[in-house]
Protein backbone atom coordinates (compact mmCIF):
# COMPACT_ATOMS: atom_id res chain seq x y z
CA UNK A 1 0.00 0.00 0.00
CA UNK A 2 1.08 3.18 -1.12
CA UNK A 3 2.75 6.03 2.00
CA UNK A 4 0.19 8.89 2.02
CA UNK A 5 2.58 12.04 2.90
CA UNK A 6 1.20 14.04 4.46
CA UNK A 7 0.32 17.79 3.96
CA UNK A 8 2.64 20.57 5.06
CA UNK A 9 1.03 23.12 7.07
CA UNK A 10 1.27 26.68 6.28
CA UNK A 11 3.42 29.09 8.55
CA UNK A 12 1.01 31.21 10.58
CA UNK A 13 -0.51 33.95 8.52
CA UNK A 14 0.85 33.37 5.25
CA UNK A 15 -1.53 34.14 2.07
CA UNK A 16 -0.83 33.45 -1.76
CA UNK A 17 0.84 36.43 -3.78
CA UNK A 18 0.17 37.14 -6.94
CA UNK A 19 3.79 37.58 -9.06
CA UNK A 20 4.25 37.46 -12.52
CA UNK A 21 6.95 35.86 -14.80
CA UNK A 22 8.05 36.95 -18.79
CA UNK A 23 9.17 34.42 -21.55
CA UNK A 24 10.69 37.07 -23.60
CA UNK A 25 12.00 35.40 -26.80
CA UNK A 26 14.45 36.94 -29.63
CA UNK A 27 15.91 35.27 -32.50
CA UNK A 28 14.73 31.40 -31.13
CA UNK A 29 16.33 32.46 -27.75
CA UNK A 30 14.65 32.81 -24.65
CA UNK A 31 15.97 35.38 -21.78
CA UNK A 32 16.30 33.98 -18.15
CA UNK A 33 18.09 35.34 -15.20
CA UNK A 34 20.46 33.79 -12.54
CA UNK A 35 18.24 34.83 -8.98
CA UNK A 36 20.13 36.69 -6.46
CA UNK A 37 17.33 36.18 -3.79
CA UNK A 38 15.45 33.41 -2.28
CA UNK A 39 13.61 30.91 -3.26
CA UNK A 40 16.47 29.61 -5.60
CA UNK A 41 19.33 32.02 -5.02
CA UNK A 42 21.58 31.04 -7.72
CA UNK A 43 19.24 29.18 -10.29
CA UNK A 44 17.99 30.44 -13.47
CA UNK A 45 14.73 31.25 -13.97
CA UNK A 46 12.11 33.48 -15.93
CA UNK A 47 12.26 37.31 -15.08
CA UNK A 48 9.52 38.07 -12.86
CA UNK A 49 8.18 39.01 -9.66
CA UNK A 50 5.35 40.84 -7.58
CA UNK A 51 2.33 42.24 -8.73
CA UNK A 52 2.14 45.45 -6.79
CA UNK A 53 -1.48 46.78 -5.50
CA UNK A 54 -3.42 48.07 -8.07
CA UNK A 55 -0.99 47.27 -10.96
CA UNK A 56 -2.49 45.10 -13.66
CA UNK A 57 -0.79 41.77 -14.30
CA UNK A 58 0.49 42.35 -18.00
CA UNK A 59 2.03 45.85 -16.95
CA UNK A 60 3.76 44.36 -13.73
CA UNK A 61 5.31 41.81 -15.93
CA UNK A 62 6.51 44.43 -18.73
CA UNK A 63 7.87 46.43 -15.49
CA UNK A 64 9.67 43.38 -13.44
CA UNK A 65 11.21 42.15 -17.34
CA UNK A 66 12.71 45.84 -17.62
CA UNK A 67 13.85 45.91 -13.92
CA UNK A 68 15.72 42.78 -13.96
CA UNK A 69 16.84 42.73 -17.44
CA UNK A 70 16.86 46.18 -19.01
CA UNK A 71 14.76 44.79 -21.94
CA UNK A 72 11.64 45.83 -23.53
CA UNK A 73 9.31 43.65 -24.82
CA UNK A 74 5.52 43.08 -26.19
CA UNK A 75 3.38 40.85 -24.17
CA UNK A 76 1.27 37.88 -26.78
CA UNK A 77 -0.44 36.15 -24.49
CA UNK A 78 -0.78 34.41 -21.28
CA UNK A 79 1.01 31.12 -20.99
CA UNK A 80 -0.23 29.46 -17.60
CA UNK A 81 -1.12 30.10 -14.05
CA UNK A 82 1.42 27.81 -12.13
CA UNK A 83 1.63 27.57 -8.33
CA UNK A 84 5.07 27.64 -6.45
CA UNK A 85 4.53 26.60 -3.06
CA UNK A 86 7.98 26.15 -1.24
CA UNK A 87 8.04 24.25 2.20
CA UNK A 88 10.96 24.23 4.74
CA UNK A 89 13.56 21.70 4.71
CA UNK A 90 11.66 19.08 6.83
CA UNK A 91 8.61 19.62 4.44
CA UNK A 92 6.37 20.32 7.21
CA UNK A 93 5.88 23.94 6.19
CA UNK A 94 3.88 26.22 3.22
CA UNK A 95 7.18 29.05 3.56
CA UNK A 96 6.14 30.89 0.58
CA UNK A 97 3.23 30.54 -1.94
CA UNK A 98 3.59 32.61 -5.21
CA UNK A 99 0.90 32.56 -7.55
CA UNK A 100 2.41 33.37 -11.16
CA UNK A 101 0.71 34.47 -13.84
CA UNK A 102 3.49 33.59 -17.05
CA UNK A 103 3.34 35.78 -20.11
CA UNK A 104 4.91 35.44 -23.32
CA UNK A 105 6.60 38.38 -24.91
CA UNK A 106 8.59 38.99 -28.15
CA UNK A 107 11.88 41.10 -27.76
CA UNK A 108 11.53 44.46 -28.47
CA UNK A 109 14.69 46.55 -27.34
CA UNK A 110 18.21 46.36 -24.93
CA UNK A 111 20.72 43.83 -23.75
CA UNK A 112 20.57 41.98 -21.00
CA UNK A 113 22.06 43.40 -17.86
CA UNK A 114 21.56 42.00 -14.70
CA UNK A 115 19.48 44.41 -12.31
CA UNK A 116 17.05 44.34 -8.96
CA UNK A 117 17.49 41.24 -7.52
CA UNK A 118 19.21 39.43 -10.44
CA UNK A 119 22.28 38.26 -10.27
CA UNK A 120 22.96 37.42 -13.76
CA UNK A 121 20.53 38.04 -17.47
CA UNK A 122 21.12 36.51 -20.46
CA UNK A 123 19.33 35.06 -23.81
CA UNK A 124 20.15 30.82 -23.74
CA UNK A 125 19.09 28.97 -26.72
CA UNK A 126 16.70 26.79 -26.40
CA UNK A 127 18.75 23.67 -26.91
CA UNK A 128 20.90 24.84 -23.39
CA UNK A 129 18.00 24.69 -21.25
CA UNK A 130 18.78 21.17 -20.25
CA UNK A 131 22.29 22.01 -19.33
CA UNK A 132 20.62 24.62 -16.61
CA UNK A 133 18.67 22.60 -14.39
CA UNK A 134 15.62 24.58 -14.97
CA UNK A 135 12.13 23.76 -12.19
CA UNK A 136 10.39 21.55 -14.32
CA UNK A 137 7.56 23.83 -14.10
CA UNK A 138 9.92 26.58 -15.93
CA UNK A 139 10.87 24.42 -18.72
CA UNK A 140 7.28 23.51 -19.34
CA UNK A 141 6.03 27.13 -19.33
CA UNK A 142 9.31 28.10 -21.76
CA UNK A 143 7.89 25.31 -24.31
CA UNK A 144 4.65 26.40 -24.19
CA UNK A 145 4.98 29.75 -24.86
CA UNK A 146 7.05 28.55 -28.03
CA UNK A 147 4.17 26.69 -28.91
CA UNK A 148 1.86 29.57 -28.95
CA UNK A 149 4.34 31.14 -31.32
Known sequence: MAKIRKQPQPVEGLRPQA???????RDG???????????????WSLPGGRIEPGEPA???AL???????????????????VDAIVEN???TLVTR???LCDF??????????????????RFFPLDALDDLKLW??????????????
Open 19 to 25: AVGVVCI
Open 29 to 43: QVLLIRRGTPPMTGE
Open 58 to 60: RQA
Open 63 to 81: RELYEETGVEAEITGLVDV
Open 89 to 91: REG
Open 97 to 99: HYV
Open 104 to 121: AARWRSGEPVAGDDAADA
Open 136 to 149: DETERVIHAAIALG
